[in-house]
């Protein structure tokens, strides 16, 4: 049982921690370019502290198995969270799409400019083949990487049994990539993925997805569920999954969770009729 001098002593330091903690988080919403000065600050000057309390607890041991020298330092100083950060949607929609080719298991898979970590973990167990706008300089097994425009792909109609094209048709023509201007990229790439795959093929889709159609240019276009699906003509939908606004994932969502995102993820897992 603390003394009732400490117990108040205790109970003052407890007030004011509450009241500059109340402070500090008003101040970040009111001037959040101080409060992140002043969060830097904080976090560099824990940052020397703690190379300080390391050096001393390597020099206790007689034989240091590292040298450890302040001009090599590389600081981190913002990765202390309760949890670890990820982008939900590059985390969750290849996670997705692989799900889907282990239940299919197709004989091979073509890809289309999908994230690299997407292609190169499917390769392990399905053979790839992966086509990009700028050329991959992958070596590995089961991979194949190669040049390829989406707006006139080296493929004969009807002839892909398996394919993806995940988070790049929103990129198209907006000349991020070195390609070249064009409103209707897009739409000459979707045209291109439905000319390539086979009557009963898959096709694995994802795009930004929200409440309206938007073009920030020149990062990505941002679509509607309905106009997806409008440009998709000759599929039907398989399954359609969603990232959400807070980054949450719905396997089976439906138009309804879609409209309701600024900047959601839609998946979609077409079969061509």
């Known amino acids: 049982m603390l003394h009732p001098k400490a117990a108040e002593s205790h109970g003052i330091t407890r007030r004011l921690t509450i009241v500059r903690t109340k402070a500090l988080n008003l101040m970040r919403r009111i001037f959040p370019a101080l409060a992140a000065w002043i969060d830097r ?24 198995r590292f040298e450890m020298l302040w001009k090599d330092r590389h600081p981190i100083l913002n990765e202390k969270t309760e949890f670890t950060h990820f982008d939900a949607h590059y985390t969750y929609h290849p996670a997705w799409a692989a799900r889907v080719l282990a239940q299919l298991r197709p004989e091979e898979h073509v890809d289309i400019s999908s994230t690299l970590h997407f292609s190169t973990m499917v390769s392990a167990f399905i053979p790839t083949k992966f086509y990009d706008y700028r050329v991959a300089l992958l070596n590995l097994s089961n991979l194949e990487a190669k040049k390829a425009d989406l707006t006139n792909l080296p493929f004969a109609d009807n002839s892909i049994k398996s394919l993806s094209c995940m988070h790049v048709v929103e990129h198209i023509g907006l000349g991020r990539y070195g390609d070249s201007l064009d409103p209707d990229g897009d739409l000459k790439a979707i045209a291109e993925l439905k000319r390539v795959v086979q009557n009963n ?73």
């Open 41 to 64: 600050v904080r976090a560099n000057r824990e940052f020397v502290k703690e190379f300080a309390q390391f050096s001393e607890l390597q020099n206790r041991f007689p034989i240091s």
């Open 201 to 273: 093929g898959v096709l694995l889709f994802v795009v930004p997805i929200g409440k309206g159609s938007k073009i920030y240019f020149n990062a990505h276009r941002v679509y509607t569920y309905q106009q997806i699906v409008s440009y998709f003509t000759g599929f039907h939908i398989e399954q359609f999954a969603l990232v959400d606004d807070q980054g949450r994932f719905t396997l089976n969502a439906n138009s309804g969770d879609a409209d309701q995102q600024n900047y959601g993820c839609g998946c979609w897992y077409f079969i061509k009729d």
